[in-house]
């Protein structure tokens, strides 16, 4: 049973920075692409960033990128978004994902975590 855990979400005002953890277990992390995903209330869960097995590719929504930075620790088996330069509109719940594959997709996710708070202030 894959298990995808994150942490790290909170409030800030904008301008700030978060940085969301996700742990990751029941699965052999090193062979999937990770990504994060986040849904804002009254919208659709959107795509954020993503990031290839191996760390060494990533992809990022046009409205985060240059803001944002996914990455990886796979002997840690967990993935990381940092967020900075916030702003309220990334106020949403961010979730962790597994790609059915190995690269930095931005769709084809096939397990969520629970998903984890951000608020940012004006």
């Known amino acids: 049973q894959v298990q995808l855990v994150e942490s790290g979400g909170g409030s800030v005002q904008a301008g700030g920075s978060l940085r969301l953890s996700c742990a990751a277990s029941?699965?052999?992390?090193?062979?999937?692409?990770m990504g994060w995903f986040r849904q804002a209330p009254g919208k659709e869960r959107e795509f954020v960033a993503s990031?290839?097995?191996?760390?060494?590719?990533?992809n990022y929504s046009d409205s985060v990128k240059g803001r944002f930075t996914i990455s990886r620790d796979n002997a840690k088996n967990t993935v990381y978004l940092q967020m900075n330069s916030l702003r309220p509109e990334d106020t949403a719940v961010y979730y962790c994902a597994r790609s059915v594959n190995g690269f930095a997709a931005t769709t084809g996710f096939g397990s969520w975590g629970q998903g984890t708070q951000v608020t940012v202030s004006s």
């Open positions: 990031i290839s097995r191996s760390g060494d590719s990533t």
């Open positions: 029941g699965l052999t992390f090193r062979w999937y692409g």
